[in-house]
């Protein structure tokens, strides 16, 4: 028997607030448990210990049930975390696959795993420095190996953000490139900094237009334009 899935929530239909994908309607199946402690994580609750409690042990069968049940037409299924590649999601991918369902997933690339080729979308998401946690760049380069269709995406708070950025481009140059200006409003505080965001956002437009950097593309959290820091949307 397959091992349990630690989901810490599936909802939807929503839109895809990031990256590639935006605005796509999609379900989102969110799992729990993370190898990361970004410093700016907006979903803890998916990522810290304490939160175990939280996460419920599901079947494919089982998560695929309340998908349908959330979109009983084939719809885009988000794979997010925590890290979800840390789950058993293969019979997920297969089961989804033969109904007529896409997936896309997110993750840091800090492991690869052999049904990252069954994904129809992999974003890769390494942390800059301001997350504080460190590259390892032999890991991202083997989900590359694994994988299909990928994109590269950034979160960008600052110019050595910035910097790194510019970094993981030209170590994948062929790979589509995907910037995003970061929310520091943390999770907990319900006041939104929706100023600070566009700020930011129009900051880092600014840097990109002048680098020339004519073949990355700059994009809102879009989720966190419509919803600031609100969970399960």
Known sequence: MSRAISVSEVFGPTCQGEGALIGKPTVFVRTGGCDYRCSWCDTLYAVLPEHRSEWIPMTAEQVFTE????????ILITLSGGNPAMQPLEALLVMGHEHGYTFCMETQGSMS??????????????????????????R??????????????????DDTDYNYAKEVHCRYPA??????????????????????????????????????????TVLPQLHSILWGNKRGV
């Not at 049904?115 to 979308?121: G, H, S, V």
């Not at 995003?180 to 943390?186: D, K, L, R, S």
């Open 175 to 216: 790979i589509p490139m995907y910037l995003q200006a970061g929310n520091e409003t943390p999770p907990h505080i319900a006041d939104f900094d929706m100023a600070g965001v566009l700020n930011k956002l129009e900051w880092l437009i600014n840097k990109v237009t002048a680098d020339g950097w004519n073949t990355v």
């Open 67 to 74: 998908v349908q049940r959330l979109s009983p037409t084939p």
């Open 140 to 157: 991202l380069d083997r989900c590359f190996d694994t994988a299909a269709k990928t994109f590269l995406k950034v979160v960008v708070f």
């Open 113 to 138: 795993k052999p049904w990252f080729e069954q994904l129809d979308y992999l974003t890769l998401s390494p942390k800059p420095p301001s997350s504080k946690m460190k590259t390892r760049w032999d």
